[in-house]
C-alpha cells in the first residue's frame, strides 16, 4: 500500500501521530480487501468510501465528480488530419453501460456523450473515424462470454469496427474463453485492473496472458496507478506499477502489450520500458485533454516512437468534446509520417497486420 500521501499530509506531526495514521491506514486498506470481495457479487461497482484519507491524486484528492469542461466540439475530423482510428471505445450492453455512467457521474466525471453501443459506433464513424476499436471489461465472473459475444455481433453490422475480448482474470475456464473469442474473431483482451481488482503479475492475470500470447492476441490493460479514486474496488497504487508490467513483459515476451493512458501516473517509467521492451505499446486515452491536473505526460514520444503510440479517446465516457484531443494532435504539428502512424498506423500494425 502507499502511503505516500498520507505521509505527505501528516509532514511535521510527531512521529507517534504518524505511526498512528499509519496504522489507520493500514486497517482501513484491509476493509477495502473486504468490500472488494463483496462488489464482485453485485451488479454495479460498489462505492467505498474506507480509502478516502490515503487515495485519490487525479481526481481531486478524493473531491470527485470532477467538473466537465464544456468545451465546443467539431462537426467532423478536421480536414487536415490524416485518417483516423480510435483504438480506445468503450462499449457494454445497454443495462451494464447505464451502471458505468451512474458510477462516473457520482465518482469520476459527467458523461458528455451518454450513447448506447450502436449509437457510440455511428457516432464516431459518421464524423470521419475511419475505424474504432470496441473496449470492454467483466466486473464479475460468468459474464465474459455474453459480453464477448454483444462485441462480436456489432462488429459483425459494421467491418470498420474492431472489437477486443474481455475475460475476469481468476474466473473458471479463462483459457476457453480467450479460444472463444478469438473463433468469434475478437482482436485481443481488454482487462483493467482497477476494475477486476487484480494486479497485473499475478498469477491470475498470468492465465489470460498466456493464453492470448499464444493464440497471438494483444492485451490492452489498464495497468497505469491513476486515476485512484476511493471507490474503485481495490487501492489501484497497491496493485499497479511500471515495475509489475515490466515482470509481463519479460515473463511474456511475445505478448504484444498495451498500457492506455501513456501508463499514467509513472509517465517517465512507461517512457523507459518503451525503449527496452518491443512488445510494450502505449495509448493516448485522455492524456492530451488537459483534463486532469498534475499530469505531465511525455509528448516527446509521440514522434520519438510514434510505431508504439496509438490514438485513443474513452469515447463515450468523456467530460469534454469528442474531437478536443485531436484537435492537440493537429496543433502539436507532428512530422507527417509520426502522425499518420499514431492516428491510424499503430493500432492498424497492432490489431489488423499483424492478425490478417
Given at each position: 500500500?502507499?502511503?505516500?500521501?498520507?505521509?505527505?499530509?501528516?509532514?511535521?506531526?510527531?512521529?507517534?501521530?504518524?505511526?498512528?495514521?499509519?496504522?489507520?491506514?493500514?486497517?482501513?486498506?484491509?476493509?477495502?480487501?473486504?468490500?472488494?470481495?463483496?462488489?464482485?457479487?453485485?451488479?454495479?461497482?460498489?462505492?467505498?468510501?474506507?480509502?478516502?484519507?490515503?487515495?485519490?491524486?487525479?481526481?481531486?484528492?478524493?473531491?470527485?465528480?470532477?467538473?466537465?469542461?464544456?468545451?465546443?466540439?467539431?462537426?467532423?475530423?478536421?480536414?487536415?488530419?490524416?485518417?483516423?482510428?480510435?483504438?480506445?471505445?468503450?462499449?457494454?450492453?445497454?443495462?451494464?453501460?447505464?451502471?458505468?455512467?451512474?458510477?462516473?457521474?457520482?465518482?469520476?466525471?459527467?458523461?458528455?456523450?451518454?450513447?448506447?453501443?450502436?449509437?457510440?459506433?455511428?457516432?464516431?464513424?459518421?464524423?470521419?473515424?475511419?475505424?474504432?476499436?470496441?473496449?470492454?471489461?467483466?466486473?464479475?465472473?460468468?459474464?465474459?462470454?455474453?459480453?464477448?459475444?454483444?462485441?462480436?455481433?456489432?462488429?459483425?453490422?459494421?467491418?470498420?469496427?474492431?472489437?477486443?475480448?474481455?475475460?475476469?482474470?481468476?474466473?473458471?475456464?479463462?483459457?476457453?474463453?480467450?479460444?472463444?473469442?478469438?473463433?468469434?474473431?475478437?482482436?485481443?483482451?481488454?482487462?483493467?485492473?482497477?476494475?477486476?481488482?487484480?494486479?497485473?503479475?499475478?498469477?491470475?492475470?498470468?492465465?489470460?496472458?498466456?493464453?492470448?500470447?499464444?493464440?497471438?492476441?494483444?492485451?490492452?490493460?489498464?495497468?497505469?496507478?491513476?486515476?485512484?479514486?476511493?471507490?474503485?474496488?481495490?487501492?489501484?497504487?497497491?496493485?499497479?506499477?511500471?515495475?509489475?508490467?515490466?515482470?509481463?513483459?519479460?515473463?511474456?515476451?511475445?505478448?504484444?502489450v498495451c498500457v492506455p493512458h501513456f501508463g499514467g501516473d509513472e509517465f517517465d517509467d512507461y517512457a523507459e520500458l518503451l525503449d527496452r521492451?518491443?512488445?510494450?505499446?502505449?495509448?493516448?486515452?485522455?492524456?492530451?485533454?488537459?483534463?486532469?491536473?498534475?499530469?505531465?505526460?511525455?509528448?516527446?514520444?509521440?514522434?520519438?516512437?510514434?510505431?508504439?503510440?496509438?490514438?485513443?479517446?474513452?469515447?463515450?465516457?468523456?467530460?469534454?468534446?469528442?474531437d478536443r484531443e485531436l484537435r492537440v494532435l493537429r496543433d502539436l504539428?507532428?512530422?507527417?509520417?509520426?502522425?499518420?502512424?499514431?492516428?491510424?498506423?499503430?493500432?492498424?500494425?497492432?490489431?489488423?497486420?499483424?492478425?490478417?
Open positions: 500500500m502507499d502511503l505516500r500521501p498520507l505521509l505527505e499530509a501528516s509532514r511535521g506531526a510527531p512521529h507517534a501521530r504518524v505511526e498512528a495514521l499509519a496504522l489507520a491506514a493500514r486497517r482501513a486498506q484491509a476493509r477495502h480487501v473486504e468490500h472488494a470481495r463483496a462488489a464482485r457479487e453485485l451488479e454495479d461497482l460498489v462505492p467505498c468510501g474506507c480509502m478516502a484519507l490515503v487515495m485519490a491524486d487525479w481526481l481531486a484528492g478524493g473531491r470527485a465528480p470532477l467538473a466537465a469542461l464544456g468545451d465546443e466540439e467539431g462537426a467532423r475530423v478536421d480536414a487536415e488530419l490524416p485518417p483516423v482510428w480510435d483504438a480506445h471505445v468503450h462499449v457494454f450492453p445497454d443495462r451494464l453501460f447505464q451502471a458505468v455512467w451512474r458510477w462516473f457521474a457520482e465518482h469520476g466525471w459527467p458523461i458528455r456523450y451518454p450513447l448506447l453501443a450502436p449509437e457510440v459506433a455511428s457516432f464516431l464513424l459518421s464524423r470521419g473515424v475511419e475505424r474504432a476499436v470496441l473496449l470492454h471489461y467483466a466486473h464479475k465472473p460468468g459474464i465474459a462470454r455474453s459480453m464477448n459475444t454483444f462485441v462480436a455481433e456489432l462488429c459483425g453490422a459494421d467491418p470498420r469496427l474492431i472489437g477486443l475480448a474481455t475475460v475476469l482474470p481468476g474466473e473458471p475456464g479463462v483459457a476457453d474463453i480467450v479460444a472463444e473469442a478469438a473463433r468469434l474473431g475478437l482482436r485481443g483482451i481488454k482487462l483493467h485492473c482497477h476494475v477486476q481488482a487484480f494486479a497485473p503479475d499475478s498469477e491470475e492475470a498470468a492465465e489470460v496472458l498466456g493464453a492470448a500470447e499464444q493464440l497471438d492476441m494483444p492485451v490492452v490493460i489498464h495497468a497505469g496507478r491513476e486515476p485512484r479514486s476511493p471507490a474503485l474496488p481495490v487501492d489501484t497504487y497497491a496493485v499497479c506499477a511500471a515495475e509489475r508490467t515490466e515482470r509481463v513483459l519479460r515473463r511474456f515476451p511475445r505478448l504484444r521492451f518491443d512488445n510494450l505499446y502505449l495509448d493516448t486515452t485522455m492524456m492530451l485533454s488537459g483534463f486532469f491536473t498534475g499530469a505531465d505526460v511525455p509528448v516527446r514520444l509521440l514522434s520519438a516512437r510514434p510505431e508504439r503510440i496509438l490514438y485513443g479517446t474513452d469515447f463515450p465516457n468523456i467530460p469534454y468534446a469528442w504539428r507532428l512530422p507527417d509520417a509520426a502522425l499518420g502512424q499514431v492516428l491510424a498506423g499503430t493500432a492498424r500494425d497492432l490489431f489488423v497486420k499483424a492478425q490478417s
